[in-house]
């Protein structure tokens, strides 16, 4: 994970418009080379040095990143009590297991209606420029704020959450541990503790890195080619560029709908239909795909760049039009795409391991089951009635405990690496658990009076 760096009080400013310069800079390099691709050359050393991951994560000066105020975020993010009833946490929509979106088109408000526009993932916006679709935050710790107070997302109450926090002697311990400056629960704080978390939020390096690092056996065939492509003849990327695969700007990319975007933040009809570029790190997790979620799969997306742009004045000038790809070229983007995304959905360290409890009293737990490698080890145990079985992932990988036995049918949440599951058994028998991600994993377990 790339190490944290304090942006220098006066060069914050200086060092934005540096980076945009870059990123600039390397559109225009990107765009220049993905030319020569096209042409038929190839120079890996170029993409090499544009896709290459920076080695520090940005942080602004007036909100330090400590260990403290991060553990106090990861806490916050999953807290219930920032909403309105007390029901609905930031980790609600921002599922870890699903790279921090939550499977559907567009979340349910608190009104039964879908919200406008789908769950953006949260992996590395510590390099963010703007924040949400259409960039109407300047900052993590103002992005923070919006979903809590939005009456059809969280539909918050900051001052009662304060007074909750407060009155909660674990939670104001956790504040003075997190702001030793100022060791008290207010909502600048909250805020602040919530950016820190999201700015660890930096996705690990997949095997598309491996190939940046120069690794030329990292790519197999298929994917190499659908890299070449990515930077030439399909000119994805115009806008998917650097090592987070987006150039943070703005794009209609002719998708049907009426939403202004990006257009009625700024005013200007030129950009109406307009979104944010979306990175393309762990893609193969936050499906479906778009700021209105309106694209199943990667095969749709590509397959929408090919030939279903709608075409209308505000439609960006850096997207291709009619892109001639046959089958095979589409599924060898598809399959370059996947090298962004890990084989399994991963758990940044920062967020704190859970225990799922599914019955029985969890601190009682006497045996102990691992998963790693997907597999149950041990394959079969063997308790008495009331013993509770303690299952911990153990493993690189997200799983799932089903059990089903004599007057019992349990199915666990997402189980992601360092969490635990425990069971209760009240009745003799046979049970069989399996992994629901990962169904060959199989266990056994044998109860007796």
Partial sequence: MPRTRRFEPGLRLAGLALAGL?????????????????????????WRRVFARPEYAPMPTGN???????????????????????????????????????????????DGQPLDRRTPSLWNTAWGLSWFWDGRAAGLEAQAAEP????????????????????????SRSFAR?????????????????????????????????????NDDALDQDEMAGFRLFVGRARC?????GWRFTDEAFHDIGLPGT???????????????????PSLRERVWTAPYTHDGSLTTLEDVVDHYADRVIERPTVSADLPRRIELNATERAQLVAFLSTLSSEDPPRPASLPARTIALGGDAQAATT???????????????????????????????????????????????????????????????YD??????????LTVQVEP
Avoid: Y
């Fill in 22 to 46: 870059g990123l600039a800079g390397l559109c225009l390099g990107a765009f220049s080379a993905s030319v020569r691709a096209g042409s038929g050359t190839f120079d890996a050393d170029h």
């Fill in 64 to 110: 330090a990143t400590t260990p403290e105020k991060v553990a106090l975020g990861a806490m916050l993010f999953e807290d219930p009590r920032l909403s309105g009833d007390g029901t609905v946490s930031c980790a609600t929509c921002h599922q870890a297991e699903l790279s921090f979106t939550d499977g559907v088109p567009r979340h349910e408000g608190h």
């Fill in 148 to 171: 809590i107070l939005n009456k059809r997302e969280m539909a918050g109450d900051v001052r009662r959450a304060v007074e909750i926090l407060a009155a909660d002697a674990s939670a």
């Fill in 178 to 214: 997190a702001f030793p400056e100022d060791p008290t629960v207010t909502r600048d704080n909250i805020l602040k503790a919530l950016a820190a978390f999201q700015r660890t939020l930096v996705s690990p390096e997949t095997k598309f890195d491996r190939w940046v690092k120069g």
């Fill in 237 to 241: 990327v115009s806008c998917h560029t």
């Fill in 259 to 277: 939403d202004p975007g990006r257009g009625a933040v700024l005013g200007l009809k030129e950009v109406d239909n307009a979104f944010k570029t």
């Fill in 368 to 430: 102990f089951v691992g998963q790693k490698n997907r597999r149950f080890t041990p394959g079969a145990v063997l308790l008495k009635v009331g013993e509770v079985l303690r299952i911990v992932n153990d493993d690189t990988r997200v799983h799932n405990v089903r059990i089903d036995g004599p007057g019992m049918s349990v199915n666990s949440d997402a189980q992601n690496p360092g969490d635990t599951v425990t069971v209760g058994f009240d009745q003799p028998g046979r």
């Fill in 433 to 442: 658990a399996i992994c629901g991600v990962h169904p060959e994993m199989r």
